[in-house]
């Protein structure tokens, strides 16, 4: 609490969280070539850009759980999770429809935009009660002992890895409703896909550790910037999802184009 020079105390100004916006941006910026190589590879059939794609596959559920719990860290510092979501999900909404009329080979019916609305959603609905839950570090590693958890529920069951504990009801997997929780047969596709479980775990360890930026209680290192560009992009997360994926086409279809007159 500071004075305003009127006799009256206020809360001091929040500091932006650089780090969160550089480790956003981060997580952006390789989501962006990721979607670069599956283009060449899939679209085009590049054989280069299989290979770059086949290499950089297996870092992309770590830059997608490192934008996922940046979010829910960032969610805790919203006051309007519940608008922010509607507002989202009308956008993912619209996306689901473009890529089902202009590309629907390739149509996202439940991707990150998906996923994020209805946990801001969830998150707005049910953060009076999770507010009471008084936090221990044993929170965040429950969400992660949970994610992975449920992990192997595309193959009906819930375990660790190949340890089948739990086998789930084979009526889940019946139609592809529930492809949102994560329960879909053969015939689901979706071009980019994040089902509640497990991401919706990740999300949730993000909103717990998010208390702490909401405090600002964040180690001074944390509000510093360091890297300006991936701060930018990080600012900018939505901006540049929504539109990267039209460059990526065009960019793609300019440059085949000009390599198939050059080989004519």
Not at 167 to 195: E, I, K, M
Not at 209 to 231: C, N, Q, T
Not at 239 to 259: E, K, R, T
């Amino acid at each position: 609490m500071v004075g305003n020079g009127s006799g009256f105390l206020k809360n001091p100004a929040p500091r932006r969280i650089h780090l969160m916006d550089e480790l956003r941006g981060f997580a952006v910026f390789c989501m962006v070539f990721y979607h670069a190589f599956y283009t060449m590879a899939y679209l085009y059939g590049a054989a280069w850009g299989e290979v770059l794609l086949d290499f950089f596959m297996p870092a992309e559920p770590f830059f997608a759980a490192l934008f996922i719990f940046i979010s829910g860290v960032s969610s805790d510092l919203s006051r309007s999770n519940l608008k922010r979501g509607l507002k989202l999900l009308g956008l993912a909404l619209a996306l689901t429809a473009v890529t089902r009329i202009a590309v629907p080979d390739e149509v996202v019916w439940f991707g990150i935009l998906h996923f994020l609305s209805v946990c801001m959603i969830l998150f707005g609905l049910l953060k009076p009660l999770l507010g009471r839950i008084p936090f221990t570090w044993a929170w965040p590693a429950l969400c992660l002992i949970l994610y992975f958890f449920a992990k192997p529920i595309p193959y009906g069951y819930l375990g660790f890895g190949t340890a089948a504990l739990v086998p789930l009801p084979a009526g889940l997997y019946a139609t592809n409703w529930l492809a949102p929780l994560g329960f879909y047969n053969r015939d689901f596709f979706s071009s980019d896909y994040f089902p509640l479980l497990p991401w919706g775990f990740v999300f949730l360890a993000g909103t717990f550790l998010g208390r702490f930026a909401a405090k600002g209680m964040l180690p001074e290192f944390a509000y510093r910037s360091r890297v300006p560009f991936f701060s930018f992009l990080g600012r900018h997360a939505l901006l540049v999802y929504l539109v990267h994926q039209p460059v990526i086409y065009g960019a793609a279809y300019l440059i085949f184009s000009v390599l198939s007159l050059l080989h004519r």
